[in-house]
């Protein structure tokens, strides 16, 4: 499928597309060049990797890819070609690889990337981010404080966000994000559902381009509650927050019980569903799509996704990850960024 668009062609520009390296001894660089080894994916976008040709070219060799894939190293993303695979080298310094394991020098390097990129979204040097997996524990520092790519991106652009798991089937929002399981009930707050809920509907509208998307709140208790037989909390906040939203014109509904509203299907009568924390929403998405799910992060002034796995430390190296889900992660994230830049221009005047 060509995602090129006509206006694009027109001005022979491409969408810049940033890419963080991740962990450099997971799978990252391998489903990011197995991604990138098929010319067809530089009619789409202009590919700016954050990390090292000389780390890139490792992993190639590993890989025992096709010699006609080279990296343009540069040293700013304004430097990046079309139809190269451009690398922003983030030091000249040698850097240890261990495939497999968990190190330091690895979590030093994705922090560099990650904040690099960050850095140029900013400024308007590059135009989508692409996260490949990090490790969560070996990336945490005085400068990353955070569980995962999610949190740390919304504190950078202050605002707040939405991790939206993505695929074919089901768009699943989860509120609570990374929190311990006996955390959830404490933090799900009239407040926090609802600028969830807000935040899905209008992320359904600007960035998937559905008019009036229907939104599902899962409920947190078994049974939602039954009655409060087995607890009150989705009968005293939640369903009070879906009668407010849906004053104001969302059209949200809930709570549903999880068990049977994956169980019978209805999830397909929705444009979204809301689960309320990481489990709820991620077992049933990875049972429809464990290889080419999408992670998105609504709320952000800019597109950010990832893929749906994390950095497969077992088969590193081996040549056994698939770059389906991160392939997934380029066209959506070009996808969406055309779908806000005409949403944009059709309600910037609304006489026409």
Same mark, same amino acid.
């Given at each position: ?22 962990d450099i ?7 990011i ?5 098929? %010319?067809? &994916?530089?009619?789409? +976008?202009?590919? *700016?990797?954050?990390?090292s ?6 992993? @190639? ?13 540069i ?17 000249n310094?040698?850097v240890k690889?261990?495939v497999?394991?968990?190190t330091?020098?690895?979590?030093e ?9 960050c ?7 590059v135009?989508?981010l692409v ?10 520092s005085?400068d990353?404080d955070?569980?995962g ?11 707040? %966000?939405? &991790?939206?798991?993505? +695929?074919?089937? *089901?768009?699943?929002g ?7 399981? @006996? ?8 407040n ?16 998937f ?14 049974h ?16 009070p927050?879906?009668?407010?939203v849906?004053?104001?014109g969302?059209l ?9 509203f ?14 309320l924390?990481?489990?709820?929403g ?7 799509s ?9 709320g952000l002034?800019?597109?950010?996704t990832?893929?749906?796995?994390g ?9 056994k ?8 992660a380029?066209?959506?994230a ?12 059709l309600?910037?005047?609304p006489?026409?």
């Amino acid at each position: 499928m060509n995602y090129t668009t006509m206006e694009e062609k027109k001005n022979n520009t491409r969408i810049r597309l940033a890419i963080t390296q991740g962990d450099i001894n997971g799978v990252g660089y391998e489903v990011i060049l197995k991604t990138f080894s098929d %010319s067809r &994916m530089y009619d789409i +976008c202009t590919p *700016i990797l954050y990390g090292s040709t000389k780390v890139a070219s490792y992993h @190639k060799k590993l890989l025992a890819m096709h010699q006609d894939m080279t990296f343009n190293g540069i040293h700013y993303a304004s430097e990046a070609i079309d139809r190269k695979f451009n690398v922003v080298n983030l030091t000249n310094e040698e850097v240890k690889i261990e495939v497999g394991k968990l190190t330091d020098v690895a979590g030093e390097q994705s922090r560099l990337s990650l904040s690099r990129a960050c850095e140029d979204l900013k400024k308007g040097d590059v135009d989508v981010l692409v996260t490949a997996p990090i490790s969560k524990k070996n990336i945490q520092s005085a400068d990353f404080d955070f569980p995962g790519h999610t949190e740390y991106l919304s504190h950078q652009f202050g605002c707040s %966000s939405l &991790m939206i798991m993505v +695929c074919d089937r *089901i768009r699943i929002g989860i509120v609570t994000n990374h929190l311990a399981l @006996k955390d959830v009930p404490g933090a799900i707050t009239h407040n926090l559902l609802f600028d969830k809920i807000m935040l899905m509907n209008e992320s359904l509208k600007r960035d998937f381009g559905i008019p009036m998307p229907k939104i599902a709140v899962l409920a947190l208790d078994p049974h939602a509650g039954d009655n409060g037989v087995i607890g009150n909390q989705d009968q005293t906040v939640i369903k009070p927050v879906i009668d407010e939203v849906q004053g104001k014109g969302v059209l949200a509904y809930g709570p549903y019980p999880s068990d049977g509203f994956f169980g019978s299907s209805e999830f397909n009568k929705f444009d979204g569903v809301l689960a309320l924390y990481h489990d709820q929403g991620l077992i049933p998405f990875k049972l429809m799509s464990f290889t080419e799910g999408v992670n998105f992060t609504a709320g952000l002034p800019y597109v950010r996704t990832s893929p749906a796995h994390g950095t497969a430390f077992d088969i590193a190296g081996k040549d056994k990850a698939s770059e389906q889900s991160f392939r997934s992660a380029v066209y959506l994230a070009c996808q969406i960024l055309r779908n806000r830049k005409e949403y944009d221009e059709l309600t910037a005047d609304p006489l026409r």
